[in-house]
Every structure is written in structure tokens, then in C-alpha cells.
T-cell receptor
Framework: GAGVSQTPSNKVTEKGKYVELRCDPI?????LYWYRQSLGQGPEFLIY????????DSGLPNDRFFAVRPEGSVSTLKIQRTERGDSAVYLC???????????FGPGTRLTVL | RKEVEQDPGPFNVPEGATVAFNCTYS??????FFWYRQDCRKEPKLLMS???SGNEDGRFTAQLNRASQYISLLIRDSKLSDSATYLC??????????FGTGTRLTVIP
């Protein structure tokens, strides 16, 4: 079966631009998570969805970051007015329920010039 | 203070060696513990969960010491294919995972 997929795999943008990163979770998984991984660091939690609602957005660094999951499946992470410090790999994970194993997608490598 | 601290390495060991990784966590209310493996430029994948009684999966043994807030991973008879970054991971109440920085292992022929 298909795993978690993320598009695009790479995104290069200029400082100040708006970007959207997409995540397709494993079919039937109710929980979806976004993480950010900077070079040499472990993944850092951003936001968690249970169904359509954001159950925990405490990891979003500031109000330039926003994520949606309108139909409880695909999720989009949106970053406004990108800054060079936003450059990282953005990882999405999903799990059947919040208590189950999280499966990660391959990530989107974002580079802000 | 970081939620999870681990030695970033790198650890360079010969094939067949035994290697141990350790990590500590700061939140005594943490409930679940894991080791993930991450290959270069790939996503993290669950290696094994860690239980208070200790658990073993083939050449891999994980231990948890709740009193010391300490987690370990032992790899016996290292293989070239074990070369990767090993991430110590803690789940604390909420459903998000807290990752350490990872320990990089290279197994040398």
C-alpha cells in the first residue's frame, strides 16, 4: 500500500514569498502531524490534526505558519512571508489513531534564498 | 533545556562491534519511548519501542530507566547496513513526538 506522500519534494523560493506544502497521509489514518527538521537536528513538532481539526498547534513558530486539513485527509502547510530561517525539511507523518505508530513521508526540502 | 538530549557522535565502529547509544529526557511525565532510524536524506522510521522491562529485537536491545530518565540502545554484531542516524524519541502526554538530535553511526568494513 501507499505510504505518506509529500509534494513538492523540493521547493526553492525567495525571501518574502508564500509557499504551500502538501501531505497525503496513509488512507484511513485519522491523525496527521507536521514536523520540521533543520540540518543536524532531529525533527521538531509543528502541528497535529485529529480528523479535520488542529488538536495541537503549539509547535508552530509564529503566525506566518498555518496548516489546514479540510476533509480530514490531505493537509497543506502554508508559510507566509518566508524567511531564510524557514529553510528546512518539512516532514509529515500520519497514524491510524493517535496511539499508533507514526509513519513519516519523505519530506519537502524548502530552501529560502 | 531540551526535552531529549543525546550525543550526536559520530560513532565509527568496525563490522561486528557492539555499540551503545544513550539519551536522557527531561520530562518525568513522559509516557512512551522509541528509537527511530534515519538514513541520509530519508525520513525517520521506527526501529523499536522501549519498555521499562527492556526489550530485544534481534541484534538490537533497548532499555529504559525511568528513575534516571535515561534510554539506551545496544547494537550487537554491527553490520554495514546499520550505518544511519539513530534518533531517541519521547512522547509526553500529547500526541506529538519529541526527538533528540540523533546519533550518527558509521560501521566500517
Amino acid at each position: 500500500g501507499a505510504g505518506v506522500s509529500q509534494t513538492p519534494s523540493n521547493k526553492v523560493t525567495e525571501k518574502g514569498k508564500y509557499v504551500e506544502l502538501r501531505c497525503d497521509p496513509i488512507s484511513g489514518h485519522t491523525a496527521l502531524y507536521w514536523y520540521r527538521q533543520s540540518l543536524g537536528q532531529g525533527p521538531e513538532f509543528l502541528i497535529y490534526f485529529q480528523g479535520t481539526g488542529a488538536a495541537d498547534d503549539s509547535g508552530l513558530p509564529n503566525d506566518r505558519f498555518f496548516a489546514v486539513r479540510p476533509e480530514g485527509s490531505v493537509s497543506t502547510l502554508k508559510i507566509q512571508r518566508t524567511e531564510r530561517g524557514d529553510s528546512a525539511v518539512y516532514l509529515c507523518a500520519s497514524s491510524f489513531t493517535p496511539d499508533n505508530e507514526q509513519f513519516f513521508g519523505p519530506g519537502t526540502r524548502l530552501t529560502v534564498l | 533545556r531540551k526535552e531529549v538530549e543525546q550525543d550526536p557522535g559520530p560513532f565509527n565502529v568496525p563490522e561486528g562491534a557492539t555499540v551503545a547509544f544513550n539519551c536522557t529526557y527531561s520530562n518525568s511525565a513522559s509516557q512512551s519511548f522509541f528509537w527511530y532510524r534515519q538514513d541520509c536524506r530519508k525520513e525517520p522510521k521506527l526501529l523499536m519501542s522501549v519498555y521499562s522491562s527492556g526489550n530485544e529485537d534481534g541484534r538490537f536491545t533497548a532499555q529504559l530507566n525511568r528513575a534516571s530518565q535515561y534510554i539506551s540502545l545496544l547494537i550487537r554484531d554491527s553490520k554495514l547496513s546499520d550505518s544511519a542516524t539513530y534518533l531517541c524519541v519521547v512522547k509526553t502526554g500529547a500526541n506529538n513526538l519529541f526527538f533528540g538530535t540523533g546519533t550518527r553511526l558509521t560501521v566500517i568494513p
